[in-house]
């Protein structure tokens, strides 16, 4: 151990790391800069099965960054029927992580049930786009890049 103490020494006082180097290399003076990663959705709860048979059943989303709650609104999160035009109307709540969604009355539905989808805005469509506190919107597509909208499809039956 004391010889291999004694040769790390000896080259270090004898050798200059730097003398191994490039001039370019000496002088990378040039920062990295970390990628900022794009809030996604981490969960959304119910699962479709649980849903399937509760006609007013909230919806809770849950994201994997702090939002900016203020760009979380009923332009920005859409909930639709199958047999309906208009979105269902509903209570939105949010939190710094979560969103939830609950309809005033029963979700729109025919003889046979209805198929329930909420949109999560993450592409701007003139309502605006949903993002997280530093300002970078949402990736809803999770394709690793701010932008695109975010779907998810429940199937209610009667």
Do not use: C
């Not at 010889?3 to 200059?16: L, N, P, T, V």
């Not at 989303?61 to 109307?89: C, G, H, L, Q």
């Amino acid at each position: 151990m004391l010889a291999g103490a004694a040769i790390i020494h000896a080259a270090k006082k004898h050798m200059s790391f730097n003398s191994f180097l490039p001039e370019a290399l000496k002088s990378f003076s040039t920062p990295f800069k970390h990628k900022q990663i794009p809030p996604k959705v981490k969960s959304i709860y119910p699962d479709r099965q649980t849903f399937a048979f509760r006609h007013d059943h909230p919806i809770w989303v849950e994201f994997d960054k702090p939002m900016n709650n203020a760009t979380i609104t009923k332009e920005t999160v859409i909930v639709r029927s199958s047999v309906s035009k208009e979105p269902v109307d509903g209570l939105l709540d949010t939190g710094s992580r979560m969103l939830m969604f609950r309809p005033y009355g029963k979700y729109p539905m025919d003889e046979s049930g209805a198929e329930i989808t909420i949109t999560l805005l993450g592409s701007e469509t003139g309502s605006g786009f949903i993002m997280d506190e530093r300002g970078i919107a949402l990736d809803g597509n999770e394709d690793g890049k701010p932008g695109g909208n975010y779907e998810y499809t429940y199937r209610i039956l009667r």
